[in-house]
């Protein structure tokens, strides 16, 4: 036992000894071809005397870098990601400074600009050797993830034994829709998840509510609740105010009405952790969580899951040249694609390219750490989406290579976690599953030469912009558009200017959610009937019905209740009572169960006067958005209604044999089961107590939470935040893209 300790004392030394030589020659370089970088006084040194400068400032960079980081990162958690990630060149390149300053003989002097250069380098390049160090002897790497566990645990003041019951991880792959990662496997993009479909794993295909989109979607499956969510975003007639999902104001109102009406604080309400996600799900332990992002102060525990990644400046360092790699790619694959001549398309200029380069690696990288650590620290239930095939798609297509890119390294990040959960201290079950598909096909604007916009406010009689009078003739859609839009208004169209006038308090508010039009009328109270619309716009639901680039048209009637209105062939416009759809007639095209999802959404208080879904084209799978994307979801059509859940064959089955998953809160009833799953005797609830099975709880109490009402409280102290993973871990990663 005593030569074991001293052989790893031994081997730990000799690791320090190598990533100090290596820094060290590092520093000797750069001096060498940096001109504001020196490591000999002016008067001229010999070259060992510059090489023990150079020893003696890596040493105490690295010793700043090791004891004094962390300190500044915890400091400043309370910054964006964004502003973090750009001020730890800052800072790294002071603790530069600092150690060049306290080398004895004076003779080393950076210039500041500098200093963050050299800097940045020497973090990349110790963190590269220690990487190379730790994969070189698998035996040192694990003991060190042991022993980070062990510290984590004791922190905690827990012990996790080998008979604990297994912990499950949920990776949401944001957007990846269930045809899409079949084709992925069957083409060789995702040889993890292949290799879980041959071996352990069970794929099943579930079915989104009518507003197929994130906000919807996870706050189901979260919270048990998606109710009064008609899209992506909506107008409230009794607040005046526009709800978008991925606001954190509205995120945060969206949570607290789930919350108040299932009764239950969330998913991940037992010792759970919620990464990169809209909702927290009830979680302790947050990271990238927007329903948390507009508090202030301490009650904002989501920024504190930074300091698990940028505690290291080399992840930084790492990240940031990540960041600029991704920016390039994209210049690189967007040019391309113009001179391909690739249609459909979309416009990727200006700020799009950070964007997605901080969707597809900060975004990525910080998420993916924070979900390791959880696992080291063994907690219960982690729920984390990784959205960068989601944002790549929206303006490359869901089938374009971009987008299969983007799958490959998806694919690499959860083989990392799942070799990270060999080493946690108790096993993990890994869910993957997805909040819906994306449809791909033109925009609308793009088709048809106008905006949905501009349809309503002509069916209105309210100028519409130079645009859409000025459709190109070559193409029958284009003229058919313009035709009902003339036929419609029986008026010229006005100015550009005149369209950005308001029209006093008739101007309807019509926003977007994917190829979903919600239309709005907000100097009347309620929802408006056909009737009323028809009295006060009489040209405008036919103008909307007819134009070939949309599917149908859902509205109250004072006579029959609510109709779906939608064009049927030589018939024309036709008006089916929705309580007596069947999925035949206008909705056959979009499959079954599309009758309920619209029944469902008609049910809810804040849907608006007129909702609107796109054209959808069986044959090709096209609809068209109402806003710039081209691949797009919020509504139904395709693809986009269709996402996955693949989860260990251990599991229960999702659904009976032959039945359908539909809905999202379904899905939260299926996950939440399988945390009540575990083999053998499970000594504690792995699932937050629901409202049915909690004792009474007092007016206002939430059930769900960590404490039930009536239980003894937690001795267990909440993990500290900052829980940082190796660095060695996800540098592997980075190294393969």
């Keep these: 036992?005593?030569?074991?300790?001293?052989?790893?004392?031994?081997?730990?030394?000799?690791?320090?000894?190598?990533?100090?030589?290596?820094?060290?020659?590092?520093?000797?370089?750069?001096?060498?071809?940096?001109?504001?970088?020196?490591?000999?006084?002016?008067?001229?040194?010999?070259?060992?005397?510059?090489?023990?400068?150079?020893a003696w400032g890596a040493g105490v960079f690295g010793l700043l870098s090791a004891l004094v980081w962390p300190v500044l990162v915890r400091a400043l958690l309370l910054v964006s990601a964004l502003v973090l990630g750009l001020l730890v060149f800052f800072l790294n390149g002071s603790l530069l400074l600092i150690a060049l300053w306290l080398v004895p003989d004076g003779s080393a002097a950076v210039a500041p600009e500098t200093a963050v250069v050299v800097a940045a380098v020497m973090s990349a390049v110790a963190s590269a050797t220690s990487t190379a160090l730790a994969v070189r002897d698998d035996n040192a790497y694990r003991r060190r993830l042991s022993r980070l566990a062990d510290r984590r645990r004791r922190r905690r003041g827990e012990r996790i034994g080998g008979s604990a019951p297994p912990g499950t991880v949920f990776l949401q792959l944001d957007g990846v829709g269930h045809a899409v990662l079949v084709r992925a496997v069957e083409g060789g993009l995702m040889p993890t998840v292949a290799r879980w479909l041959d071996s352990s794993h069970r794929l099943t295909r579930w079915r989104t509510d009518w507003s197929s989109q994130t906000g919807a979607s996870q706050l189901g499956i979260l919270h048990g609740s998606n109710h009064d969510v008609p899209g992506f975003r909506w107008y409230e007639k009794d607040?005046?105010?526009?709800?978008?999902?991925?606001?954190?104001?509205?995120?945060?109102?969206?949570?607290?009405?789930?919350?108040?009406?299932?009764?239950?604080?969330?998913?991940?309400?037992?010792?759970?952790?919620?990464?990169?996600?809209?909702?927290?799900?009830?979680?302790?332990?947050?990271?990238?969580?927007?329903?948390?992002?507009?508090?202030?102060?301490?009650?904002?525990?989501?920024?504190?899951?930074?300091?698990?990644?940028?505690?290291?400046?080399?992840?930084?360092?790492?990240?940031?040249?990540?960041?600029?790699?991704?920016?390039?790619?994209?210049?690189?694959?967007?040019?391309?694609?113009?001179?391909?001549?690739?249609?459909?398309?979309?416009?990727?200029?200006?700020?799009?390219?950070?964007?997605?380069?901080?969707?597809?690696?900060?975004?990525?990288?910080?998420?993916?750490?924070?979900?390791?650590?959880?696992m080291l620290a063994g907690r219960t239930a982690v729920y984390a989406d990784l959205v960068a095939y989601d944002e790549v798609a929206h303006h490359s297509?869901?089938?374009?290579?971009?987008?299969?890119?983007?799958?490959?390294?998806?694919?690499?990040?959860?083989?990392?976690?799942?070799?990270?959960?060999?080493?946690?201290?108790?096993?993990?079950?890994?869910?993957?599953?997805?909040?819906?598909?994306?449809?791909?096909?033109?925009?609308?604007?793009?088709?048809?030469?106008?905006?949905?916009?501009?349809?309503?406010?002509?069916?209105?009689?309210?100028?519409?912009?130079?645009?859409?009078?000025?459709?190109?003739?070559?193409?029958?859609?284009?003229?058919?558009?313009?035709?009902?839009?003339?036929?419609?208004?029986?008026?010229?169209?006005?100015?550009?200017?005149?369209?950005?006038?308001?029209?006093?308090?008739?101007?309807?508010?019509?926003?977007?959610?994917?190829?979903?039009?919600?239309?709005?009328?907000?100097?009347?109270?309620?929802?408006?009937?056909?009737?009323?619309?028809?009295?006060?716009?009489?040209?405008?639901?036919?103008?909307?019905?007819?134009?070939?680039?949309?599917?149908?048209?859902?509205?109250?009637?004072?006579?029959?209740?609510?109709?779906?209105?939608?064009?049927?062939?030589?018939?024309?416009?036709?008006?089916?009572?929705?309580?007596?759809?069947?999925?035949?007639?206008?909705?056959?095209?979009?499959?079954?169960?599309?009758?309920?999802?619209?029944?469902?959404?008609?049910?809810?208080?804040?849907?608006?006067?007129?909702?609107?879904?796109?054209?959808?084209?069986?044959?090709?799978?096209?609809?068209?958005?109402?806003?710039?994307?081209?691949?797009?979801?919020?509504?139904?059509?395709?693809?986009q209604s269709y996402p996955f859940l693949l989860a260990p064959r251990e599991l229960s089955d999702p659904v009976a044999d032959g039945g359908e998953l539909a809905g999202a809160e379904q899905v939260h009833e299926v996950l939440r089961r399988w945390l009540g799953e575990a083999p053998g005797d499970a000594h504690a609830p792995q699932v937050p107590l629901g409202a049915e099975h909690a004792p009474q709880a007092p007016p206002g109490a939430v059930h769900g939470s960590r404490t039930p009402p009536g239980a003894a409280e937690d001795p267990r102290p909440a993990a500290p935040a900052g829980e940082a993973f190796p660095a060695s871990g996800w540098a592997g990663q980075d190294k393969s893209e």
């Design 239 to 374: 607040t005046g105010r526009i709800m978008v999902s991925n606001r954190p104001a509205s995120a945060a109102e969206l949570q607290r009405r789930a919350v108040e009406r299932t009764r239950d604080a969330g998913l991940l309400s037992l010792d759970g952790a919620s990464r990169g996600n809209l909702f927290s799900g009830g979680a302790d332990q947050l990271a990238l969580v927007l329903s948390v992002a507009a508090r202030r102060g301490r009650a904002n525990r989501s920024r504190a899951g930074y300091f698990a990644y940028f505690s290291d400046p080399a992840n930084s360092v790492r990240t940031a040249v990540s960041f600029v790699a991704e920016v390039a790619r994209e210049l690189g694959q967007s040019v391309r694609s113009r001179l391909r001549g690739d249609r459909p398309r979309t416009g990727r200029g200006g700020l799009y390219p950070f964007i997605r380069a901080f969707a597809t690696v900060v975004e990525r990288d910080v998420v993916v750490t924070a979900v390791m650590g959880d």
């Design 1 to 54: 036992m005593g030569e074991r300790r001293w052989r790893t004392a031994g081997g730990a030394l000799l690791r320090v000894i190598v990533v100090w030589a290596v820094s060290t020659l590092t520093m000797l370089a750069l001096a060498a071809v940096l001109p504001d970088f020196k490591l000999q006084s002016p008067g001229g040194d010999s070259i060992t005397r510059a090489a023990l400068t150079a």
């Design 397 to 639: 297509g869901p089938h374009s290579r971009d987008a299969a890119k983007v799958l490959e390294r998806i694919d690499r990040a959860v083989a990392l976690i799942a070799k990270v959960a060999e080493h946690a201290p108790r096993s993990y079950r890994i869910v993957l599953l997805s909040d819906h598909g994306q449809s791909p096909g033109e925009t609308f604007a793009g088709t048809y030469g106008l905006t949905l916009r501009d349809l309503v406010r002509a069916g209105c009689g309210l100028p519409v912009s130079r645009r859409a009078g000025r459709s190109r003739s070559g193409a029958e859609a284009r003229d058919a558009a313009r035709d009902a839009l003339r036929s419609a208004l029986h008026r010229p169209v006005g100015d550009e200017d005149a369209a950005e006038r308001p029209a006093g308090g008739s101007d309807p508010v019509v926003l977007a959610s994917g190829n979903l039009g919600l239309i709005s009328f907000p100097e009347l109270p309620g929802r408006l009937s056909r009737e009323q619309i028809d009295r006060r716009h009489p040209a405008l639901l036919h103008t909307l019905a007819g134009h070939p680039g949309i599917g149908f048209l859902l509205v109250r009637s004072e006579r029959h209740g609510s109709v779906l209105l939608a064009r049927d062939g030589a018939a024309g416009i036709v008006e089916l009572p929705l309580a007596a759809l069947d999925g035949t007639g206008p909705l056959a095209a979009f499959g079954p169960g599309a009758a309920d999802a619209v029944r469902r959404t008609d049910s809810f208080p804040h849907v608006a006067d007129i909702m609107v879904n796109s054209m959808y084209d069986p044959a090709s799978g096209r609809v068209h958005a109402f806003e710039e994307q081209i691949g797009s979801h919020g509504g139904l059509g395709g693809e």
